[in-house]
């Protein structure tokens, strides 16, 4: 498959670029430094979100690419995204699939971070096969340079990114009904640009869809499905709480699209790049729709155990710590204990 | 999952309740802000097995009145508990009764011992002892200092009662034992529509018919905050019905509300439409106030949600049908309705999570649905808060119901009318002039549904009568059938829509019950009134439509030919203006939301047969009907300058 012209114009370019700023001064927005703190609150927690978010995903990335056989530029973005950190988005889910949003949030704030440090050697250790490829195909087309991962220009984006993030948390730190306001408007310009683009990219390329190969479909839309399977699986593996379960499952599926765009624009140049964002388009596409699925499955299982927890969470909050509720035999089924730790957890983030 | 507790009877349901709940909490008391006092279930019933044992040593018999005069409060639970336990009867009001009232019920109820909430009340019972020949033994609920001669401290009784157990007291078990479904559990007095307060007289059986048929599922997480008048049969029948679900409730008053809600998260509550109201007002303000940019979110969430909702209820065939609509109609609409929901659905998806989310939040988040009853819940408000996400199950009922006789289910809500009957209640709607059933009448196109008549109902919630008052029970329950003095229609969804009250009693907004004929008689006696009818039903304040007298204008130098110059003369509308104002004053007797704030004065007459009856006594309902688009100018005029 080939793009006759460049996938986006100077003009959308901008416009991603404003998305991109916005909605990580948005996430910046809505964190604060006890969010941080929250990080050494939950450590089995934040330890086994890592396992499953640099360890597994980048793996099913890898895995996917392999089995299905990917063009290797499609095949580096669809590492890069497994490398990436959790999406802001994550903590919304988790709030309305009934999982932890404190957990969510300590976990893309810890993500983010770790980011600086991890994504640069997991694109380096997994994508070796393919920057080979990609150089053969360059040189077959008669380019004399040599691909490969721009390791120093990832760490500079990631950076980058990470400024509007900043300014967003002294934004919060100064004013918190314009931090809030900021979060919203982030949010719904996400939604917008996203929209437009998708709307651009099938106006301008008509016929894109269609010649995409299914692989590539598969690829974008599995990704995020293996991280929310496996994402629940391991925690539940380790015996957390379901609301636990929930929060680090779609916080594993869920990545931080738009660094993914900010990476592949600032370090990657034609021919690998427009191939790499339709990528990156597909799957922020794609993951809204199956996280929702996801969230609306989570919302209705997790129903009983949400209005204990949240139930035992209040008896605590206006009772005293150490109240203990006793419901009647039978009632909890097996999974939940009624444990009453859980209710010393703090209460849902969300204001 | 529906594991409500189904009982014989009052004293039943405590015991299974601390049997199956045990240590879960009951009833939750505010110390403060975020400290707050937890009863359990066991603790709830061992008490009230104690303070029983004490009042039958004290003297009460079976099937005994007891007063219980008293606010919300866990005591006051304690003590309901306490009465069923020892197979007595409550008469419970609050604190707000006034002189006359207490020495009327304590009287006529032949109350000898009574619950009394605290001393300013006990102060006020005291002295009007000569007055109360048959009061012996007063209980306070709270108490500070000692107490004198026949006044004890509850928790006396219960010692009492405590003491008496350890050595082998069981008399409070066999008087449960003897209790009789058809024995009565409460004897609520309404507070007066003609003079004397009646008193509805209440069975078991009809109390724990009510539990069986609420359509409503709740379990052990579910929290619910309290703030109307526990002794009003609608909160009541909900704290009856919590306790057999084993919910906590949690005692809140209008001034910690916003607080409590925010704390307490409550998943479920009932309320009046007032406080509907002030929540509503509450939120559009707080959103007008806000940041443009969130404003137009929310403006475009609430657009969307109104598409989406109003589909859905087409689509899932809860929309309002007044009138019989043709199935071919419906069949053109459905797939347009079925596409404008396809296409909003994944628009307002968004935004109902990311604005209107928060909005709920601010009503505490967690609320599953509410219930709304006490009075008719204004469309737009009821609108507002289904559309945003929060579901009103309005509900319909009244004392003499035990209360309710219909109630909107929470998957199936059409906005508009006060939903399904509950099971086993019959109605049947009455045509006002002929006396003839209208519904459900097989001679009728559509079994009569969609005719407006008078409401009758029959089933298991309907009274025993009213306590030593045959005449009244006569008049009210017509074979098995009580006359609720409402207009009601079924709709063709089978939903009962109520449409105003075929009695006079006017209710307003606020709730009180005003009755209008010792005003409109006070007003017809000046020169300048011929006839004059009060309205406000649902309203903040009293209006009235006035036929100005023109023998009356002339007499006193004002020469107008006909009624209809009359209405539109400035000086006759200053002169009555002044009229209402001397007669209907603060100082001559009325009370404070009796008083006429506005009016409108009618070209037209009153003729016998059309707006009066042969024997000139006004036709309210067709009157209101006649001049519904004058009333309804009147109070969006007044809306309109207070704002």
């Not at chain 2, 009046?272 to 106030?289: C, F, M, Q, T």
Request: glycine residues 8%; charged residues 20%; aromatic residues 10%.
């Amino acid at each position: 498959m080939e793009f006759p012209t460049q996938l986006l114009y100077p003009i959308d370019q901008v416009l991603l670029a404003l998305m991109i700023f916005s909605i990580m001064f948005g996430m910046g927005s809505s964190l604060t430094v006890d969010d941080f703190k929250t990080v050494a609150r939950y450590p089995r927690g934040i330890l086994i979100g890592f396992l499953s978010q640099f360890g597994l995903m980048p793996l099913f990335a890898l895995g996917l690419a392999v089995v299905l056989e990917l063009p290797p530029a499609y095949a580096i973005a669809l590492i890069l995204i497994g490398c990436l950190p959790g999406g802001t988005t994550s903590n919304m889910f988790a709030y309305f699939a009934r999982g932890s949003v404190a957990l969510s949030i300590a976990m893309t704030t810890a993500s983010t971070v770790m980011a600086l440090m991890m994504m640069p050697l997991l694109l380096e250790l997994y994508t070796a096969g393919f920057t080979e490829a990609v150089s053969e195909e360059m040189t077959a087309a008669g380019a004399d340079a040599e691909f490969v991962i721009p390791t120093g220009n990832i760490i500079t984006s990631l950076f980058l990114v990470l400024v509007p993030v900043a300014m967003g948390m002294f934004l919060r730190a100064k004013s918190r009904v314009w931090a809030k306001t900021a979060e919203d408007t982030a949010g719904f310009m996400g939604i917008i640009v996203i929209i437009y683009l998708i709307g651009t990219a099938f106006a301008r390329h008509s016929g894109l869809m269609l010649q995409t190969p299914g692989s590539i479909y598969i690829a974008a839309i599995c990704v995020g499905l293996l991280g929310f399977l496996f994402g629940y699986w391991m925690s539940w593996l380790f015996r957390l709480s379901p609301i636990f379960q929930r929060a680090i499952s779609l916080e594993t599926g869920i990545q931080n699209g738009p660094i993914a765009f900010a990476i592949i624009l600032l370090s990657f140049a034609e021919p690998v790049q427009s191939q790499m964002l339709w990528l990156a388009i597909l799957y922020s596409t794609f993951i809204v729709i199956t996280s929702s699925f996801i969230t609306l499955y989570y919302r209705r299982v997790g129903k009983l155990d949400y209005e204990v927890y949240k139930n035992t969470s209040i008896h605590n909050r206006l009772f005293g710590e150490d109240y203990v509720t006793g419901y009647p035999e039978g009632f909890l089924p097996k999974r939940i204990k009624n444990d009453p730790s859980q209710g010393s957890t703090p209460s849902q983030k969300r204001d | 999952m529906d594991n409500r507790i189904l009982a014989n009877n009052m004293a039943d349901l405590y015991r299974e309740a601390a049997r199956r709940y045990k240590s879960l909490p009951a009833f939750a008391t505010r110390r403060k802000k975020l400290e707050w006092d937890p009863v359990s279930f066991e603790e709830l019933y061992e008490r009230g097995l104690n303070l029983a044992t004490g009042l039958i040593e004290m003297g009460v018999d079976a099937r005994e009145h007891v007063g219980l005069f008293a606010d919300n409060r866990f005591e006051w639970i304690l003590a309901d508990c306490a009465v069923q336990l020892c197979g007595a009867v409550d008469v419970p009001r609050g604190r707000d009764i006034t002189d006359g009232e207490l020495i009327y019920i304590i009287n006529h109820a032949e109350i000898r011992v009574t619950f009394v909430e605290n001393e300013t009340l006990l102060e006020r019972i005291e002295s009007l002892r000569p007055e109360l020949p048959e009061l012996q033994q007063i209980i306070l609920l709270e108490s500070t200092g000692d107490t004198s001669e026949g006044v004890h401290k509850h928790e006396d009784v219960i010692k009492l009662g405590q003491s008496l157990r350890k050595q082998g007291d069981t008399r409070a078990e066999e008087r449960i034992a003897g209790i009789q479904p058809d024995d009565l559990f409460t004897l609520i007095y309404t507070s007066g529509t003609t003079g004397k307060p009646k008193g509805v007289m209440l069975t078991h059986a009809n109390m724990m018919s009510q539990v069986k048929v609420i359509p409503i599922e709740l379990n052990c997480t579910d929290r619910v905050l309290s703030i109307l008048p526990i002794w009003h049969i609608f909160e009541r029948v909900f704290e009856v019905f919590t306790i057999s679900c084993g919910v906590c409730t949690y005692y809140s008053n209008i001034r910690f509300l916003a607080d409590d809600l925010k704390n307490v998260e409550p998943t479920f509550m009932g309320s009046a439409p007032r406080l509907w109201e002030s929540l509503y007002h509450k939120i559009r303000k707080r959103v007008g106030e806000s940041h443009w940019m969130r404003q137009l979110l929310f403006h475009t969430a609430y657009f969307l949600s109104r598409q989406y909702m109003n589909s859905l209820y087409f689509l899932l065939g809860s929309d309002l049908k007044l009138k019989e609509v043709s199935k071919l109609k419906r069949t053109l609409l459905l797939p347009l309705h079925a596409l404008r929901w396809i296409l909003v659905l994944p628009v307002y998806g968004f935004f109902n999570v990311a604005v209107l989310e928060p909005v709920r939040l601010s009503a505490g988040g967690s609320l599953k649905a509410t219930i709304s009853g006490g009075g008719a819940l204004p469309v737009e408000i009821d609108r507002f808060f289904n559309y945003i996400g929060i579901p009103v199950l309005e509900g319909y009922g009244m004392t003499e119901t035990s209360p309710v006789i219909a109630v909107r289910e929470e998957d199936d809500i059409v906005i508009g009318t006060v939903g399904p009957l509950v099971d086993h209640t019959e109605v049947r709607i009455v045509d006002l002039e002929s006396g003839k059933t209208l519904y459900p009448n097989p001679e009728l196109p559509d079994n009569g549904r969609g005719l407006r008549g008078e409401i009758y109902v029959k089933g298991p919630q309907v009274m025993k009568g009213y306590y030593k008052d045959d005449e009244q029970t006569a008049k009210t329950i017509q074979g098995s059938w009580l006359r609720t003095g409402d207009l009601g229609m079924i709709t063709f969804n089978d939903c009962l829509k109520i449409l105003g009250r075929s009695k006079s009693t006017v209710v307003l907004l606020s709730g009180e019950n005003l009755e209008p004929e010792p005003i409109e008689m006070r007003l017809t006696q000046s020169v300048y009134i011929d006839h004059c009818i009060l309205v406000g039903q649902d309203k903040k304040h009293v209006g009235a439509l006035i036929v100005p007298s023109l023998e009356g204008f002339k007499d006193n130098g004002l020469h107008v030919p006909t009624l209809e110059e009359l209405s539109k003369n400035e000086n006759a509308q200053k002169v009555i203006r002044t009229e209402i104002k001397k007669m209907i004053s603060i100082s001559n007797g009325f009370k404070s939301f009796e008083l006429v704030k506005d009016f409108r004065l009618l070209s037209e007459d009153f003729t016998v047969g059309d707006e009066l009856t042969s024997l000139f006594k006004m036709k309210r309902h067709i009157i209101h009907d006649k001049y519904s688009g004058l009333i309804e100018e009147m109070y969006q005029q007044e809306s309109a300058e207070v704002t």
